[in-house]
């Protein structure tokens, strides 16, 4: 079978970032690797917008399309071209929206939604298709059968990493070039484990892995590793640390094996502060940056997130990265119920921790999670494009246009100045072509009508 596997152009109204985070669309790398007996094509529209000449030219008899809640508007959309064009190909729809509020893509041009992890249903459904069996037999599916949604049983997460195929990166190597991940090019993502144990209540990813945790070994990593040709890696994990001992002997191979990289990685600061040791291991072995959720900067806001961490923690592990050489990304939420006192308090505070990379995001009930239905009744946009974090998507203390100028006067007065920034690109921390793009962002992300321009759109 012929399998095209689309990753959406980003949504119109994102503010900034759009032009700093363009990494390969790993998922959909892990998901080919799960039909190795198909044709499969990976087409991202992010950089080349080609979908009616791909799907002439290819005719695929299956497309499958991901992507987050900012991207479902578009994911609908892909859908109904390719049935439009093609009425007999199958299409398919998976990533976290999708999985956690399946109703959303109730439409008769989407035939099947992919709950869950998707590499081992995806195989099953591919095979089936190809087969003409019922596919009703394929757990984890919702189908379409006439007028409404038809689930086929959810299907049981895989209890080990070492069972997922590695990725098949040689399908976007065409599209290398445009690659970028903040201030580096050509990145390489490299996924060692999937879920996370913790509760915080804004977050939908221990909602999809269902609280569970998996971790690939570490000799498989390594082999992984192995077949990048980037000096920069990116781990995507959602918390790089969370087996502290696997991590160690992690970086034990990579220094045995020579691997010279600069390493992205996010992390919990309980984790560095519990083992100091490892984060020193690892900024040896070439870890450049962390993301840090530090969240808040008072500890009864932090716990109102149900972080289950201390703003004393927070500060402790920032000294440990800075003690280490290594840079902190750290992420702050932002309360739509905030006052301008509250924005000034938080750039005291993050002046005061010297965070050359801050990171604010406005507070968002994400679709299919508790906190979304806790504040349903009070959401102001059912517009999933804006549900980007730069956007508030719950009323605001201030009037809404004092509101973002006070997140823009959050980014002016915070983030690292271009002096900084030529710094680290005299020092070979990061490539001059950085700069432009940095640029870009801070142009949007400084400038209070970005925000309104784009929520007005």
């Known amino acids: 079978m012929k399998i ?26 892990i998901l080919a690797a799960a039909v190795p007996e198909h044709e499969v094509k990976i087409l991202d529209l992010r950089v080349d917008p080609t979908l009616q000449e791909t799907l002439a030219s290819f005719a695929p008899d299956l497309v499958g399309v991901t992507g987050y809640t900012t991207n479902v508007s578009r994911m609908i959309q892909i859908c109904r071209e390719v049935k439009n064009l093609a009425p007999e190909t199958v299409t398919v729809v998976g990533g976290y929206h999708a999985t956690l509020c399946p109703e959303d893509f109730d439409y008769d041009f989407v035939d099947v939604i992919v709950q869950g992890e998707g590499e081992m249903t ?13 596919l009703t037999e394929v757990k984890g599916l919702i189908l379409r059968q006439g007028q409404r949604q038809v689930p086929t049983g959810l ?33 390489y993502l490299i996924e060692t484990a999937r879920g996370c144990p913790f509760r915080c209540n804004f977050c939908a990813v221990w909602k999809f892995h269902d609280g569970k945790c998996r971790f690939r070994s570490p000799e498989l990593v390594l082999e992984d590793l192995k077949t990048v040709g980037s000096r920069v890696v990116c781990f995507v994990d959602d918390n790089f640390f969370a087996n502290l001992e696997r991590a160690k002997r992690l970086g034990k191979l990579i220094q045995g094996a020579g691997i010279k990289a600069q390493y992205w990685a996010q992390v919990r600061s309980d984790s560095v502060v519990r083992r100091p040791d490892i984060m020193a291991q690892w900024a040896k072995v070439g870890l450049d940056s962390v ?32 003690d280490n050489g290594v840079d902190v990304w750290g992420a702050f939420i932002v309360d739509p119920m905030w006052t301008a006192d509250d924005f000034s308090a938080l750039i005291d505070y993050v002046h005061g921790l010297k965070i050359y990379f801050p990171q604010y995001t406005i507070l968002t009930p994400l679709p299919g999670t508790a906190f979304f239905k806790e504040k349903f009744q009070q959401l102001t946009t059912h517009n999933y494009e804006v549900y980007d974090f730069l956007h508030t998507v719950l009323p605001t203390k201030l009037p809404l246009e004092e509101f973002y100028a006070n997140m823009a006067r959050l980014y002016a007065n915070t983030v690292i100045s271009v002096g900084e920034l030529r710094h680290r690109v005299r020092a070979g921390r990061i490539p001059v072509s950085s700069l432009k793009r940095a640029k870009d962002v801070l142009r949007d992300v400084v400038n209070p009508k970005a925000y309104l321009r784009s929520a007005a759109a």
């Open 4 to 29: 095209l596997l689309i990753q959406p152009d980003a949504a119109k109204m994102m503010v900034g970032y759009t032009s700093i985070i363009r990494p390969e669309p790993l998922a959909l790398e």
């Open 291 to 322: 993301l840090i959720g530090l969240e808040k900067f008072r500890d009864t806001e932090l716990a109102s997130v149900n972080k289950r961490n201390s703003i004393k923690t927070n500060e402790e592990a920032i000294r440990i990265c800075h």
């Open 155 to 187: 299907r049981p997460l895989v209890t080990s990493m070492d069972i997922m195929p590695l990725p098949e990166r040689h399908l976007v190597d065409h599209y290398r070039g445009d690659y970028h991940f903040h201030f580096w090019d050509n990145p």
């Open 122 to 134: 995806f195989h099953e459904l591919v095979s089936a298709v190809e087969r003409r069996r019922d």
